[in-house]
């Protein structure tokens, strides 16, 4: 299975910006998707997550409310809507698959990991 990110760019404090993941290959072993990034100098955090259903979404708190995470499984491709923007939302964000049907927020139940997708919002 091969994730391509997409969508990062610059953008401006309040602006709004939507990444798209695609999945391509064996699609059919990857169920939930998520989204982390990772930040200049500072760990990978988890951002959104959701089901293979599209039922159930989890998102970290210092994006709830500004971001949605959404999928399309017609094509294989999962989003992540960002609006009000802040510069701390600045960095690599990385879109990830597993092959169980629930979102979850820990990392390292996801087994494949895109390229990543730079984001930088600037104040």
């Known amino acids: 299975v091969q994730l391509q990110a997409s969508g990062g760019g610059l953008a401006q404090t309040g602006g709004s910006l939507r990444l798209s993941c695609a999945a391509s290959?064996?699609?059919?072993?990857?169920?939930?998707m998520g989204w982390f990034r990772q930040a200049p100098g500072k760990e990978r955090e988890f951002v959104a997550a959701?089901?293979?259903?599209?039922?159930?979404?989890y998102y970290t708190d210092s994006v709830k409310g500004r971001f949605t995470i959404s999928r399309d499984n017609a094509k294989n491709t999962v989003y992540l809507q960002m609006n009000s923007l802040k510069p701390e939302d600045t960095a690599v964000y990385y879109c990830?698959?597993?092959?169980?049907?629930?979102?979850?927020?820990?990392?390292?139940?996801?087994?494949?990991w895109g390229q990543g997708t730079l984001l930088t919002v600037s104040s």
């Open positions: 290959g064996r699609t059919n072993v990857g169920k939930a």
């Open positions: 959701v089901s293979w259903s599209g039922g159930t979404t």
């Open positions: 990830a698959l597993r092959s169980d049907l629930d979102a979850t927020m820990t990392s390292n139940r996801y087994e494949y």
